[in-house]
């Protein structure tokens, strides 16, 4: 193999593209995990986009009037969930159509952080300032000098480190505990539910408020971690890239984090294509292609399994 | 008998739209109060009987509040006030195309001098109306207008002129031995928004500028394919980081606030495009290529309000001060002497011929 093939692969596939992958999977995953729950639990929000991008905002605000990161992060899942707790109440209480309570999320998410950023910085576009504080990397000196995991872990967010962390607790949550149990009865049979003396909707409105939680957390990572500062729309499409992630993974927290950090390796990837002289339009298609691809097969293996189980 | 109402009502509609048609001239899809009325009248009022422009009206896709282009242009247009005695007008289209029309048809009616910002955003309007309104003087930024009337003048910038300043400025800093920061890889970064024949000037001269100090000097370039995505911008500015490079130049629009985040967190440089961007990181913005927005406009303003007329297409840089390197003052004390010097020369040998950047645009 010439040098240049090897310096060629280097670009593309060194560790510095998994600790990308890393860093640019966490909004993705940490949304996908909330949406996933709601999934479970019978409800389809396509409003992912919507309270990311309240997360992204409340977030930021909080973290710009009190300078600390964990206020930010805390304000960001508070806030989010009060949206979530009203796109539950279209969804479970009045019984509205949840795409069309997802739509409105969206629109309302874009409309309300655009708003409030011109009346409470007096900007438009983006703002950022030196008050905000940053969610810290977690600096993990004993793993520096190992070649390859050293490049990879041992700079990442702290962030990085929770979002892996609620992978395990969610996959645990759903598998392993009572209340698990209850949202995904909630979802494949709701009289079943009801029948034992659960209350359907207690059991919704709750999952609904967790994945507000997750949503909020991922959309703050986004405007006080990965970045330090606000953008109209920052979300930039981020929440439907991770309702692919959850299609993909069929609703399972270890295999949507599986699709999730695909979405962003290949994202990374399409980066670095660039460097060795791949057409930037080229290169810019490719993370959109992909997914093509993947909900293509998706619904295919959808297809072949309904076939299956109807004989 | 339903039947046949249906088919005299459906008659009756077709005929009347083809009598509105015929007559007037086209109105565009975009406008939705479909004025037909405006342009064939005669008008009672010529808004200017030719020579001197007394008012100005600036008409923008978006909103003030930009920190931008429709900032600087306001900017221009307070400045011409003081300064040429003009009146003036801001028009925003708050970034509705719907509004695009009826606005510059507005600014058409009643001012001598109309600036869309940006050009692009307004061509096919600018088709329609310009013939309509001989008298007025219709201004075309960033570029050169595809539409080709007596009164469009286009303004265009000569981006490279000042890229290769910042590119021989970076190409001295990253061969240079003890600066903070700077490694002894002779590799630069570019991050671009979209690939564009605009984006390519403002590359190329950079790159031609960094190799006039070392022919090894390699310049790696990444588009970010979003004018408005900074989590991505910053996502390549920390790859361009990774593979070796110590100074980024940014022309990469809302995106590029990213790749100043990327040299914060890094500890490294990066230079900045259109406008001053150290406020954001003033320890790690080397300086900014200014594309002097404000300077244009009001150069035009002033030529026109005395009487006189400029080029079809006015493409200007260093010289008139439309295109060039900003330090901020804490970074231009911490600037090596001969750094300075070298950009100075460049500047001269540009502005004197001497120098001829790649002019990727035309």
């Known amino acids: ?311 | 008998m339903k039947k046949f109402i249906a088919i005299i009502m459906a008659l009756s509609l077709v005929l009347a739209l083809t009598a509105c048609g015929g007559g007037s001239s086209v109105t565009p899809a975009g406008n939705p109060a479909g004025d037909t009325s405006g342009p064939v009248a005669s008008p009672t009022e010529p808004a200017v009987v030719s020579g001197n422009v007394k008012n100005v009206a600036m008409v923008c896709s978006g909103s003030l509040g930009d920190n931008g282009i429709f900032d600087m242009g306001a900017e221009a247009l307070r400045q011409a006030e003081a300064d040429f005695g003009i009146e003036y007008e801001v028009l925003e289209g708050k970034n509705d195309p719907s509004l695009y029309y009826d606005l510059l048809l507005k600014g058409a009616q009643g001012f001598g001098m109309v600036i869309v910002n940006p050009g692009y955003q307004f061509e096919s309007y600018l088709e329609e109306i310009a013939d309509e309104y001989p008298d007025t003087y219709f201004f075309y930024p960033d570029g050169i207008c595809p539409v080709e009337k007596d009164n469009i003048y286009s303004i265009s910038y000569r981006e490279h002129e000042g890229s290769y300043v910042a590119g021989v400025m970076a190409g001295m800093m990253t061969t240079r031995v003890g600066f903070p920061g700077i490694n002894d890889q002779k590799t630069l970064g570019f991050v671009g928004a979209v690939d564009t024949p605009t984006i390519q000037n403002f590359l190329k001269a950079f790159e031609q500028g960094a190799k006039s100090v070392d022919a090894d000097i390699e310049v790696k370039s990444l588009i970010v394919g979003d004018h408005n995505d900074p989590a991505k911008g910053k996502e390549l500015a920390l790859t361009l980081f990774d593979q070796g490079c110590d100074i980024v130049y940014q022309a990469a629009s809302g995106s590029g606030n990213g790749v100043t985040e990327a040299a914060r967190e890094r500890g490294l440089y990066t230079i900045g495009c259109d406008t001053d961007k150290s406020p954001l990181a003033p320890d790690n913005v080397m300086g900014s290529m200014l594309k002097n927005v404000t300077k244009s406009f009001y150069d035009a303003i002033g030529i026109f309000a005395k009487g006189g007329t400029m080029e079809k297409v006015q493409y200007e840089g260093l010289a008139m001060g439309w295109t060039g390197m900003y330090f901020a003052p804490d970074f231009q004390a911490k600037m090596p002497e001969d750094v300075l010097d070298a950009m100075t020369q460049a500047e001269e040998g540009i502005m004197s011929g001497a120098i001829a950047p790649i002019d990727a645009k035309s």
């Open chain 1, 1 to 311: 193999m010439s040098f240049s093939q090897i310096s060629f692969l280097q670009t593309l596939f060194g560790p510095e593209v998994f600790a990308a992958a890393l860093r640019v999977m966490i909004p993705l995953l940490l949304a996908a995990l909330g949406g996933l729950l709601t999934k479970q639990a019978g409800i389809e929000n396509i409003g992912l986009e919507g309270l990311m991008l309240i997360g992204c905002f409340s977030g930021f605000v909080v973290n710009y009037y009190t300078s600390n990161w964990i206020a930010g992060l805390i304000g960001g899942a508070v806030f989010t969930t009060l949206a979530a707790l009203l796109f539950g109440v279209f969804v479970i209480s009045l019984r509205a159509h949840e795409i069309v309570a997802g739509v409105a999320v969206n629109m309302l998410g874009l409309g309300v952080t655009t708003y409030l950023l011109r009346a409470i910085f007096g900007v438009k576009g983006s703002f950022t300032d030196p008050r905000i504080r940053g969610i810290p990397t977690l600096e993990l000196g004993f793993l520096e000098n190992v070649p390859v995991v050293g490049v990879i872990f041992s700079r990442q967010s702290i962030m990085v480190w929770i979002g892996l962390a609620l992978v395990i607790a969610i996959h645990f949550l759903l598998y392993h505990a009572r209340f698990g149990y209850y949202i995904r009865a909630a979802g494949e049979n709701p009289q079943a539910l009801s029948t034992s003396g659960i209350s359907l909707p207690r059991t919704r409105y709750i999952t609904v408020l967790i994945h507000g939680v997750l949503c909020g957390l991922g959309g703050a990572y986004l405007s006080t971690g990965y970045l330090t500062q606000y953008v109209e729309n920052m979300s930039a499409g981020r929440g439907f890239i991770a309702m692919a992630a959850i299609a993909f993974g069929g609703a399972k927290p270890m295999r949507v984090f599986f699709s999730a950090i695909l979405f962003a390796f290949v994202e990374s990837l399409s980066n670095r294509l660039q460097l060795v002289e791949v057409p930037s339009y080229f290169a810019l298609m490719i993370p959109y292609v992909v997914t093509v691809i993947v909900l293509a097969v998706t619904s295919w293996r959808e297809k072949q399994k309904s076939k299956t189980s109807t004989l």
